[in-house]
């Protein structure tokens, strides 16, 4: 599926209802981004699974091509966010589906394959499976999400494997970094420089918001655009209600129940600084580099101007290709 597609045209940028499908580290399937608003449609360990998809998606007996499969590993991960939605009992377990998910993403086309754990690379066999999957998938777009607190050894296995990533930043400074996510943010730091100087692969860097970071998003979003990214992205951080079997579900928004008089001269500030920058980059985003995504809520939060407003995309979409 890989074909160099541009901006203007690349089938996942334009589509109005992309195709999506999501395979959970039980093997579950969902025709969504796991809401769990809907059902599972099926198990990979059915042994109709690549007709029911099918049929679920392009009508009885019919195939077509999804905008994006996410397959998401075992939740294993050396970091300890306050708000990760994957903490349930099987976190340290191994994720026990590859044999089945091999010749099932042979058979299934995509435009785009993103690969999540926990943190795959910690995780050997996800590296491992990922590796077979660049071999016998050779044109599919192959990303990884990953918080990026990886040796500069995982460079080259990102470089050989992947055509992009996107690491998620819980704050920019050692102090509010380790605090919510108990790890060294430097080495975070370095490894992201290193990647993105290399140019192998494209970059996305994410700011996750939340109270206790909101002032190190200005200093977040200018070092990303100094860096020239692929794809620079701020996203309110949510609190999350996970059960013992891996259902997990949005409770609010980190922001929700900030006392107003306090918090509204932080959010002015913060704004005028967000804004400022901006202003400086306008030149120097969305064009081939550096493309801006947002959610709704930075709106609703803070004061951005019309102007950069109209830089920012807000569908959920990254530009990651
Ligand atoms: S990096 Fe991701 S998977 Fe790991 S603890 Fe944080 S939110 Fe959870």
Redesign the pocket.
């Known amino acids: 599926m890989k074909k160099n597609y541009k901006y203007e045209t690349h089938p996942n940028y334009i589509v109005k209802k992309p195709k999506l499908l999501y395979i959970d580290r039980y093997g579950k399937i969902y025709p969504d981004c796991k809401t769990y608003i809907t059902p599972p449609i099926c198990h990979i360990s059915d042994s109709n699974v690549l007709k029911t998809i099918n049929d679920t998606f392009f009508g009885v007996g019919q195939t077509g091509i999804f905008n994006m499969i996410t397959i998401e590993v075992s939740?294993l991960?050396h970091?300890?966010?306050f708000?990760?939605?994957?903490?349930d009992q099987h976190r340290s377990e191994k994720y026990q589906y590859y044999d089945l998910l091999l010749p099932l993403l042979k058979q299934i086309k995509c435009y785009w394959l993103f690969f999540s754990?926990?943190?795959i690379l910690i995780q050997k066999d996800a590296m491992e499976f990922m590796e077979k999957i660049r071999k016998v998938c050779p044109d599919n777009w192959i990303h990884l999400k990953t918080?990026g607190n990886a040796d500069l050894d995982a460079i080259l296995f990102v470089e050989q494997t992947c055509d992009s990533l996107m690491v998620?930043f819980?704050g920019f400074s050692s102090a509010s970094y380790n605090m919510i996510?108990q790890l060294d943010i430097y080495k975070t730091i370095r490894f992201c420089e290193t990647l993105i100087s290399n140019r192998k692969v494209n970059v996305g860097l994410k700011f996750l918001n939340s109270p206790a970071v909101i002032s190190e998003a200005p200093s977040f979003l200018e070092w990303a655009l100094s860096k020239k990214a692929q794809c620079v992205v701020i996203q309110t951080a949510y609190n999350y209600i996970v059960e013992d079997e891996g259902k997990s579900t949005r409770i609010n928004s980190t922001f929700d129940n900030c006392n107003e008089t306090y918090w509204n001269d932080i959010y002015i500030r913060v704004s005028t600084m967000l804004n400022a920058i901006l202003e400086k980059n306008k030149d120097n985003v969305n064009c081939g580099f550096n493309y801006l995504t947002a959610d709704k809520e930075l709106f609703q939060l803070l004061s951005i101007s019309e102007e950069n407003q109209k830089l920012i995309r807000t569908d959920g979409v990254y530009v990651i290709e």
């Open positions: 939740s991960c970091a300890n966010c708000y990760c939605f994957q903490k754990g926990g943190e918080n998620s819980n996510m």
